[in-house]
């Protein structure tokens, strides 16, 4: 009986109130990634009124998807589901098991994916709190995430996908503000975002920072590759536009003897 009522609430979230509804690509993905966890987990969400109701897909990928909601007070928000079994299970241990803020691992990969979970919104708050602008966690519960929803009746674009639209200037300013973003995580939050690219950057009223699932702390073993990986990627991302830009290795010695 409670799973049939559960069954009903998420179906109600999804609008699934009319067949022809279930053709729809929110409902195909829904059906695919929605297991028994994850709808009770939804449920309780929708009871809170964090969920009042999901209406579209932002984004797909092999460890999660992002949907638009809207809450009980009619705001918009943005709502990640983590798959709790994922093709990504030995990535996520490797990052977990390295992260000195992470105890105990458990050995179920439905729980392993609730770390990992909950790991995104603390990275979400201390980017905050080291004035990086990013989605605002709104709050998370087993394999479920809820932020603030970046955009106005659409999401907001990707860097990589408004790119041809941007003059030589908008690089060069977009350059300053994410070299200004590892700069400020590193030297200040002792911390690095891990995957910082023209796909994980937002533009809507200025940049938004976004995918911090593998964001982790400086006295992380792996935060030193980490930072490399950062500064590669915007530092060769931004020269193909013809941005002036820094000099790898003196910009990572430079971060990196700073302490």
């Known amino acids: 009986m409670r799973e ?79 798959r709790t079994y ?7 241990w490797e990052y977990l098991a390295a992260d000195p803020r ?38 998370f519960r087993n394999n479920v995430l809820v932020m603030e929803f970046i955009g106005e009746e659409l999401p907001a674009p990707r860097l990589k996908d408004v790119e041809r639209e941007l003059a030589k200037e908008d690089f060069e300013e977009l350059y300053d503000f994410t070299m200004g973003v590892i700069e400020r995580l590193w030297k200040r939050g002792d911390m690095v975002h891990g995957d910082l690219s023209e796909y ?24 030193v590759e980490l930072l490399k990986r950062d500064l590669r990627n915007i530092i060769n991302y931004f020269g193909k536009k013809g941005v002036g830009v820094d000099d790898f290795h003196e910009k990572f010695k430079e971060l990196v003897e700073s302490g």
């Open 200 to 223: 994980n950057i937002l533009l809507h009223d200025g940049p938004v920072v976004i995918d911090w699932s593998q964001a982790t702390v400086k006295r992380n073993r792996m935060s």
């Open 4 to 82: 049939e009522f559960i069954e009903r609430e998420v179906e109600e979230m999804l609008g699934l109130t009319e067949r022809r509804e279930k053709d729809s690509e929110l409902y195909k993905i829904a059906n695919e990634v929605f297991d028994r966890t994850t709808k009770e987990t939804l449920a309780y969400l929708h009871r809170r009124g964090k969920i009042e109701s999901l209406y579209g897909v932002i984004s797909t990928g092999k460890e999660a998807n992002v949907f638009a909601g809207i809450d009980s007070e009619g705001n918009r928000v943005a709502v990640k589901i983590y």
């Open 86 to 92: 994922t093709t990504e299970f030995r990535r996520i």
């Open 102 to 139: 992470i105890g105990y691992l458990p050995k179920d990969m439905r729980k392993l994916v609730f770390v990992w979970t909950r790991r995104e919104y603390k990275n979400l708050q201390r980017a905050i709190k080291y004035a990086v602008r990013v989605p605002e966690p709104i709050i």
